[in-house]
Every structure is written in C-alpha cells, then in structure tokens.
C-alpha cells in the first residue's frame, strides 16, 4: 500500500501564494498513492475561488470512496481533513479534537478494505500548542471510536505540528506505537521550499511493515503548498497477523 498525507495549505503556494489545485493534484498523482490524507482542504471559500476541493480532489485523483471532515467554519464554507482511497472504506468516524477555545481541530477513523486486509486509518491534523496536542493524542487514543477497530494494523498519520517529536516518546510509547517517520532529520517538510522541521508524521502499531518512507521533494512540492508531502509504502505481515490471529 502507498500511503500518501499532505498539508496542501488550501492549494496556495507556500512561495508565490498563488491559488493553483491542479499543482497539489499533479503532485499527488505523480506519487501513485492508494490511500491519500489531505489536510487544509478548502470547500466553498472565497480565497480559493469557492471550489468544493473535497469533489475536485476525490474525482481528479479517481477515489473509490472519499471522506471530508470540516473542522474550521467560514460562513457557508471552511476547511479540514480529507481522506481518499482507491479502496472501499468500511467504516468511518470523524471525532472533535477541539480543546477549549483554540481552533478546531479533528481526526478522521476509518477502516480500509485493502487487498492485504483491513487497515486501521487515523487522519488528523494536530494543534499549535504541545500542551494541547498531548491532549489531543491522549483523547484519540483513548477514544471508544478508535478502540473499536485497535485490534486491526494501525496507522495515526497527518501534519502532527509536533517539530520537537515530543509525542513519540509520550502517548505513542504508552500505547506501543512505532514511529514510522524517524530520525526527524530525513523527515523535514516544512517550509516546503527550505524545510527545517519535521511537521508530517505517522506512527504504526500491529503487524505492519514500512518498505520505504520519504518526503517527497520535487521542484513542482516545493511550489504547491508550504509543506511537502509524506510518502510510506507499506506492506502487511500476513504471517504475524496470521499467528497473531490463531493465538487469540
């Protein structure tokens, strides 16, 4: 499975600041991806010309099913998550990571049909505040929602804004996950065209392998958005799930 999360900054250019959704979506395509996690994803907002990106995106990138999760509201519009995949998605959550009064801020649960079997999917895109966003981990991970399938391969990926990874060693390490995006050194994608700090993040747990995980770096990325994309290429361990499976 290649598994694709952008922060596409509502398809403005982190350099030129100009409105360009086919430069986010010739990007994507160019990757292959089977599973793709957008965050800033406009639907009916003036700046990028009222476009319902949610539809473009789902159709330009030829998705089986698509799930939009709007979490910051502008009048008949805003923008949030969005998750695609060239696989039916069987089921599906979208639960508030909103603490207080800070901005809006959600996570997307969803369970994958692939070929290798279901996935366990968390898409977010986490606060500016550390204190915040160890609440906001801590809430997920513990959420009835997200329990439900925690038994399933699971993936929790997305623009986490945790530069100084201080949640690998926290919540995740509690709940035994993996960081899949380590060391932070050859992860950084943020500012897109010099990235300094690694913002794009994914972490598994259960019977799952990463084949290969990069930034993607090509000249039309570091244009598109002001964060560059993540890519994983990920392989299911049909033979710890199976042993897995017959010891339960």
Partial sequence: MRLLSYNIHKGIGGRDRRYNLERIIHVVRHERPDVVCLQEVDQNVRRSRH???????????????HLYQRNVHFRAGGYGNLLISRWPIHTAHQISLRNRRRKPRGAQIAVIETPGGPVHLVHWHLGLA??????????????????????????VIGDFNDWMNTLARGPFAHHGFVQATAPRRRFRSFPAYWPIVS?????????????????VHSRLARDASDHLPLLLEIRFNQHVRRNHGESS
Avoid: C, V, Y
């Fill in 130 to 155: 550390e204190r915040e966003r160890h609440w906001q981990a801590r809430r997920l991970l513990e959420h009835p929602l997200f329990l439900e399938s925690a038994h399933l391969p699971t993936i």
């Fill in 51 to 65: 476009d319902d990106q949610p539809i473009r995106l789902a159709e330009a990138l030829e998705a089986h099913d």
């Fill in 199 to 215: 913002l794009d993040k994914a972490f598994i747990r259960g019977p799952i392998e990463i084949e290969h995980a990069r930034i």
